[in-house]
């Protein structure tokens, strides 16, 4: 850690001289009910626009605009299932007040029967052997060990809602308990702790380099510290590995300048482009609040007055409690 201080002193752009206190008069006076609406049409929006790039190689280019096509025929401004489990997150939260693994797997179901072409593998697998009457962590357990224990990123794209619900210890604990509903895998578990806790600082109004080094500070995986902590020493790479996703898409937020530069910047990675820039349209949401979301980019997108509508209930019922 003391490598990560000394790195952050010499290389961080966007540090001034009253680092922590002041940053962007814009970014100061946005409303944490346009942050936490920005969480979730940000990662609505990353989904939506990386959709077409999936599987690509990367371009290095940002994308400007909604597109239909991709691997699966996607119409612009089309979500894919990180939209779905997120929304399921959220719904959950707001219906149970608080975290419940059980009502939270009924949901997470009802989304993947409705649109299963939309899901990963892993899920996937999970949720049929759940719906044979298996208990999800065990058929967690069991996926994993049957894929040889290949690691994937989906329930890292689902979890920034949990950011808005908690904001004390108990979120990294909840984060790996709610990855464990499809995933095995610890360090998915952390990963998506990460971001959540980012998540967490920033619709609350925190900086980002602050809200980073939290998340640092409280990441209990060495291999995703490890990575994330020095995030500017590697290139980014687009994939479903957990780690490397996570990667990528704090690249994307931290590199960046605006909404639209960070997540146009993690679709024009490829690889696995709408997880991507879904993680990073929550980030990215987070901070600049939803007003900084490109009109062009909400017009066509999927779901946004249910979106919208289930940001507004988790303001309401987690922010004002002070949780």
């Known amino acids: 850690m003391k490598q990560f201080f000394f790195l952050h002193g010499t290389t961080n752009p ?28 940000g990662l609505a929006a990353g989904d939506a626009l990386g959709a077409p790039y999936e599987g690509r190689e990367g371009t290095g280019c940002f994308v400007r605009e909604m597109y239909s096509g991709g691997l699966h025929k996607r119409n612009a401004g089309e979500v ?41 593998p892993t899920s996937s697998r999970v949720f049929d052997l759940v719906m044979t009457g298996q208990d999800p962590f065990v058929a967690a357990k069991n996926v994993y060990s049957c894929s040889g224990q290949k690691r994937t990123n989906g329930s890292v794209m689902r979890g920034p809602p949990l950011g808005v619900a908690f904001s004390g210890p108990e979120l990294e604990k909840v984060s790996l308990l709610c990855s464990r509903l ?8 952390w990963c998506s702790a990460f971001i959540n806790r980012m998540a967490s600082r920033l619709v609350r109004g925190s900086p980002r380099w602050p809200a980073f080094e939290d998340a640092c500070h409280r990441c209990g995986d060495p291999e995703v510290l490890g990575r994330l902590v020095l995030f500017r020493e590697y290139e980014p790479v687009s994939s479903i590995d957990p780690v ?64 919208i509508r289930l940001a507004d209930s988790l303001y309401s019922v987690f922010i004002p409690s002070g949780r």
Do not use: N
């Open 14 to 41: 966007y540090k001034t001289p009253f680092h922590g206190t002041t940053y962007s008069l814009l970014v100061m006076f946005i409303s944490t009910l346009g942050r936490v609406e920005g969480l979730l049409i």
């Open 80 to 120: 894919t299932d990180d939209t779905l489990q997120a929304m399921a997150v959220a719904g959950s939260l707001v219906h149970c007040r608080g975290f419940d693994p059980g009502d939270l797997i009924t949901r997470l179901i009802a989304g993947y029967t409705t649109s299963s072409e939309w899901y990963g």
């Open 182 to 189: 499809t995933h095995a895998d610890s360090t998915s578990g």
């Open 244 to 307: 490397l996703c996570t990667h990528a898409a704090l690249w994307a937020f931290m590199t960046t300048g605006s909404f639209s530069e960070a997540v146009g910047t993690a679709a024009g990675l490829g690889g696995d482009a709408d997880t991507v820039a879904a993680i990073c349209g929550a980030l990215a949401g987070s901070y600049y609040g939803i007003s900084s979301i490109p009109a062009r980019w909400r017009s066509p997108l999927q779901y946004q007055e249910s979106l």
